[in-house]
């Protein structure tokens, strides 16, 4: 049974630092691209950050510079550290396999991210 816990959000300040941990069990996840998505009420669930098995990253255009995807497959735990944190940062945040262009699992609880002064 596949199973995304996602932990780490909470509330910070604009301009403030967090970072997200995703726990995965249930599949190969040595073998899997992982990927951080939000989705923020009314609005389509959205990539955020990918990385491939090997490590390589890709980052959506709005995250690029503030936000590094890092994995642990000793662990299974994918990582999402995030800085320079905005207002429109503000969403639950959610792990998953990222296979054809969307999350492979259901989809696990999420973490909420709320940045605001």
């Known amino acids: 049974q596949v199973q995304l816990v996602e932990s780490g959000g909470g509330l910070a300040q604009p301009g403030g630092s967090l970072r997200l941990s995703c726990a995965a069990s249930g599949f190969m996840f040595n073998f899997a691209v992982m990927a951080w998505y939000r989705q923020d009420p009314g609005k389509q669930r959205e990539l955020v950050a990918a990385?491939?098995?090997?490590?390589?990253?890709d980052y959506a255009g709005s995250v690029k510079g503030r936000f590094t995807i890092s994995r642990d497959n000793a662990k299974n735990t994918v990582y999402l550290q995030m800085n320079s944190l905005k207002p429109a940062d503000t969403a639950v945040y959610y792990c998953?396999?990222?296979?054809?262009?969307?999350?492979?699992?259901?989809w696990g609880q999420g973490t909420q991210v709320t940045v605001s002064s």
């Open positions: 998953n396999v990222h296979l054809l262009g969307r999350g492979r699992y259901p």
């Open positions: 990385i491939t098995s090997g490590g390589g990253t």
